[in-house]
């Protein structure tokens, strides 16, 4: 009997792969035909200040290509490995499990791309100005690499990206018992430090900017203690009336 489990368990894991792998296909295809208008669109914002790409080998525009394609299929494919994810474990779950973990998934989704979005739009601006102010002080003449150019994006969005999922993973720690509203008082100044030192290293030297970055991060942490208070006395009400 263990031994039909465990082949039910294997077979389950390789269907909920092939779903993952077929749709990254999907998207990878639909990453490399968009890909292009993706570049083009980027390189012509303003918010670059008109940086020229510059290319230094001859697979330089091949790679940010293939990079871009990739990125985009791997974005649009973290849902459904969430998803899958969940729906592998489901069978283990309690109907009220199930249903209250489902949630988490386009809500990890939707934060992850807000904080793509304000990371590019809002950070990412500031750190190029102080950067070329910085060239243009010392006489440098800017002269910038595609592929360093991305590095450089990737450096800043990715984790300004991880960290709006902070909502998801306090809910989640609040939901298993692990965070309670009293023990997210005692670490709120602990917190705060260590968001104030997120925001400076991933803003510019000046205290505008790192006012710009930190304060969403601050209430982004305060938005999710509030929530996941909320979170914990329905559990506890629940439990009482049980």
């Not at 909920?16 to 296909?25: G, K, N, Q, S, T």
Request: positive net charge; proline residues 5%; hydrophobic residues 55%.
């Amino acid at each position: 009997m263990e031994q039909e489990d465990w082949i039910f368990h294997l077979t389950e894991v390789r269907k909920r792969l092939l779903i993952v792998a077929i749709w990254f296909v999907i998207t990878l295809s639909a990453g490399l035909y968009l890909s292009p208008g993706i570049l083009l669109y980027m390189k012509s914002q303003p918010l670059i200040g008109g940086i020229q790409w510059n290319v230094f080998s001859f697979t330089d525009g091949l790679m940010i290509y293939m990079k871009c394609a990739f990125l985009f299929a791997l974005l649009f494919t973290m849902p459904v490995i969430l998803y899958q994810l969940w729906a592998f474990v489901r069978p283990g779950l309690t109907e009220a499990e199930s249903r209250s973990a489902l949630p988490y998934i386009p809500t990890a989704f939707a934060l992850f791309i807000i904080g793509v979005a304000f990371s590019y739009w809002v950070v990412f601006p500031m750190m190029i100005r102080f950067m070329m102010r910085m060239n243009h002080q010392i006489g440098a003449v800017e002269t910038y690499g595609i592929d360093r150019y991305f590095a450089f994006l990737f450096h800043i969005v990715f984790p300004m990206a991880i960290a709006f999922e902070l909502p998801v993973v306090l809910l989640f720690l609040t939901k298993i018992g692990l965070l309670t509203p009293q023990r997210l008082k005692m670490s709120r100044k602990y917190a705060y430090l260590g968001l104030t030192i997120i925001g400076s290293c991933i803003s510019p030297p000046d205290m505008v900017s790192h006012l710009s970055v930190t304060v969403p991060l601050i209430l982004l942490f305060e938005i999710s203690a509030l929530v996941a208070g909320w979170q914990w006395r329905a559990m506890q009400q629940r439990l009482a009336n049980s």
